[in-house]
């Protein structure tokens, strides 16, 4: 249980922290995705926490944040083995707002959240999901989960965008 339950957070933490493609619109159209008029992360080493009610203890992880490409989401980035049928996020009172509709190892995971902070020195992301898929257990069909993430610096030396850092 332990195990579906990070793998899920990850999915949903993937579905959080960077750049995305082109979003489609409910006609299955491409539409370029709508940028929230706040900065992205600033690039360096950030540590991120995430908790929620559904989770036994808080995980906590280093990832390196890259350059946001200019227009695209910075809060949902192409990971191998992830599509994303959906992706935008738009300006709301106090931050931004994003959407996302991600597949994954046979799930569907639909992201909806709220996003608050400086992002030069920190940020908060409330973040609901949704799982669909076979084998998802009735707990973690729907998840809420709070990320609090703080930049640490630069990344280390040779270390690419979006790769967690031990």
């Known amino acids: ?7 899920i957070s990850a999915v ?19 539409a370029a995705p709508e940028t929230a008029a706040m900065p992205a992360p600033q690039p360096g080493l950030w540590q991120q926490t995430v908790s929620g009610p559904q989770m036994p203890q808080p995980t906590t992880m280093k ?3 890259g350059e ?7 809060f ?32 569907t995971v639909t992201s909806d959240g709220k996003v608050s902070g400086d992002m030069r020195s920190a940020y908060k992301v409330d973040i609901t ?3 669909t898929g076979p084998n998802v257990p009735p707990a973690m069909a729907e998840m809420k989960m709070t ?20």
């Open 12 to 30: 949903a933490l993937l579905a959080a922290c960077s750049n995305g493609d082109d979003a489609k619109t409910a006609k299955g159209e491409t």
């Open 63 to 65: 990832i390196c944040i």
């Open 129 to 131: 999901t949704k799982t």
């Open 76 to 107: 949902n980035a192409p990971q191998q083995g992830v599509t994303c049928s959906e992706n935008s996020v738009k300006s709301a009172p106090g931050g931004a707002e994003f959407h996302a509709v991600c597949n994954a190892q046979g799930m």
């Open 1 to 7: 249980m332990r195990v579906q339950l990070v793998m």
């Open 147 to 166: 990320i609090d993430a703080k930049r640490l610096g630069d990344c280390p030396a040779g270390t690419a965008p979006n790769t967690i850092v031990q």
């Open 68 to 74: 946001t490409a200019p227009g695209s989401n910075p």
